[in-house]
């Protein structure tokens, strides 16, 4: 190394030293006959390193760097050395199929500085992390607020000594779950690391200034527990894993991408508790409620629900199973993934590379004498044609569909080609939502409600179906969110998410403008003119109730139509 060489400079002399040691390591495997890798391009598995000790790996300039079954290669600085000879046909005689290469000394180095992540027992590797009870108990009374757990991994950032990651993670997590985040991003750019939490939909800062040897061991505990490739960075990579809190088991689907500055990774939180929610616990107006009631138990046809991803479809499907699954009904789903799982319900999962899609695996389903049958997503023409035979046929079938509205989703249906002879005798209900954010109840502000503002609510409350029940303009009390929020809700003044609805209930008359192929914006006059509450309209409705704001309403619907 050259003393107080330009960075850029050290960097590209390193780089050709390297590119001239793998020259001739590779004229050297030529010239013995050998083969040769370059351990720097190559996957590097901890399940080969494990077979051969540290101790013997450094003394011998050897490792095994993949391991599959019986196969397993490895990668040698001299093959052709009498120890090294004994140590292959150790595993030849324990019926390895070993393939042996020629390496540099740098890839040597490379490979095993991944010893640090092998672990010391086989116990260790179960792609899951057991938080205690008792430590669980701790950290959810300690990080109460993304601020506590800001403070909590700056002061574990600052350890000179002994950086320990695995409670680094403990507290990424515990924090991720008391804080009720949906998502944590590691996220790189030419400022620094840093960590992120997506809450009520809402990105929040948790920690900038990552260290950036911390966020490289971050990065690869996270690959080893989601049993992904720890030294491959310029490919994308999906997997998951599982925390342990106590009694719960709580999921992690990860996704690492390669990027400008180092690698990012997002972390979907699967917790089992989020979706054990009852019909009745998610808001629902009574009269919404009492129709979903009725159709979620007629004996056949189909019920869409349709909003965008994120919107909270799959808690409601989920809801609407728990409500009607006994021990006298059969139900299987067909989902892309499975990503929780519902006792006494029989849960299927898309696998594309096997064959196994929603169209044919809903063919399926049909010969196993289901009575309610979930599909994931109605995507494309033959998934959309088998599910509506299905509802036609005695069965009851829940799915999801990606439109904006309840109106668009007839629309949709014969975009995807079904038949309108089918669409109108097999829906039942179309279902709209969407989630706005809940005013923070410790620190929401009551809002004068001016002349103007009285007139228009009393406008709104004349407009709506005579099922919907009006409250009198005189009895509200509007709240808005507090400027600066508190620590109850990290500042942001809304702290958790409630639904909003818009049901469209099929029929007789609707056949008829289906069959006509009529457009969105005639359909939902058609609906409108039925009693259908917009999604707009029960979002104000929530702001009337006191539970959200016009501004959140806005965000979510767009522009209010008074």
Same mark, same amino acid.
């Given at each position: ?138 950290? @959810?009374? =300690? $990080?109460?607020?993304? +601020?506590?757990?800001? /403070?909590? #991994? !700056? ?120 979706? @054990?929610? =009852? $019909?009745?616990?998610? +808001?629902?107006?009574? /009269?919404? #409620? !009492? ?134 005798? !097999? ?136």
């Amino acid at each position: 190394m050259i003393p107080n060489a330009n960075p850029k400079l050290q960097a590209q002399l390193e780089r050709l030293a390297r590119e001239s040691q793998e020259r001739l390591a590779k004229k050297s495997a030529s010239d013995k006959k050998a083969q040769y890798i370059d351990l720097m391009t190559a996957p590097i598995e901890l399940d080969g390193l494990k077979l051969v000790p540290e101790e013997r790996a450094r003394e011998l300039k050897a490792v095994i760097f993949e391991h599959k079954g019986h196969k397993a290669a490895l990668g040698a600085l001299r093959p052709d050395e009498p120890a090294v000879g004994s140590l292959i046909k150790e595993f030849q005689d324990r019926g390895f199929e070993l393939s042996v290469f020629l390496i540099s000394q740098e890839s040597l180095d490379y490979a095993l500085g991944f010893y640090k992540f092998v672990p010391q027992d086989s116990s260790q590797i179960t792609s899951k992390v057991n938080i205690e009870p008792e430590m669980v108990a701790k950290l @959810q009374k =300690e $990080l109460v607020t993304v +601020g506590k757990v800001r /403070d909590r #991994l !700056a002061q574990l950032f600052s350890a000179t000594d002994n950086i320990s990651t695995k409670e680094i993670m403990e507290v990424a997590l515990a924090g991720a779950l008391t804080n009720r985040a949906s998502d944590l991003h590691f996220e790189t750019s030419e400022g620094g690391f840093k960590l992120r939490y997506r809450i009520d939909g809402m990105l929040q800062v948790v920690i900038e200034q990552i260290p950036p040897q911390v966020y490289k061991l971050i990065i690869s505990r996270l690959k080893l527990l989601s049993n992904l490739r720890i030294n491959i960075t310029t490919e994308s990579q999906d997997g998951r894993f599982t925390i342990g809190m106590g009694e719960v088991n709580i999921e992690l689907r990860v996704s690492v991408v390669p990027a400008p500055f180092g690698e990012s990774i997002v972390m979907r939180v699967l917790d089992p508790r989020s979706i @054990q929610l =009852e $019909l009745t616990d998610l +808001g629902i107006r009574d /009269d919404d #409620l !009492a129709i979903m009631q009725a159709e979620i138990r007629a004996p056949n046809g189909m019920i869409l629900n349709t909003g965008p991803t994120g919107s909270g479809k799959t808690t409601t499907l989920y809801a609407f199973l728990r409500t009607i699954t006994d021990a006298a009904t059969k139900t299987i789903t067909i989902e892309d993934p499975v990503e929780y799982h519902l006792e006494g319900i029989e849960q299927t999962q898309v696998n594309v590379e096997a064959g196994y899609t929603f169209a044919n695996g809903l063919s399926a389903m049909m010969r196993q004498d289901p009575d309610v049958i979930l599909v994931g997503e109605v995507r494309d023409t033959e998934t959309a044609g088998i599910a509506l035979q299905a509802a036609l046929t005695g069965h009851l079938v829940f799915s999801t569909l990606h439109t904006n509205s309840a109106s668009g989703a007839i629309p949709r249906l014969l975009d995807l080609g079904a038949s309108p002879s089918s669409i109108g005798p !097999a829906l039942n209900l179309i279902i709209a939502q969407r989630l706005v954010r809940r005013l923070c109840k410790d620190c929401k502000v009551s809002l004068e409600i001016t002349p103007e503002l009285k007139t228009k609510i009393d406008a709104f409350l004349k407009e709506l179906p005579e099922r919907v029940k009006r409250p009198e303009s005189a009895a509200i009390t509007l709240f808005g969110p507090k400027e600066g929020g508190c620590e109850t809700c990290n500042t942001h003044s809304y702290k958790g998410r409630v639904g909003i609805y818009e049901l469209l209930k099929a029929g007789k008359e609707m056949e008829t403008l289906i069959n006509k192929r009529a457009g969105e914006g005639e359909i939902e006059d058609f609906a409108r003119g039925r009693g259908m509450v917009m999604l707009q309209q029960d979002g104000i409705l929530r702001v009337l109730k006191g539970d959200t704001s016009f501004e959140e309403v806005e965000s979510v619907t767009g522009e209010l139509q008074w």
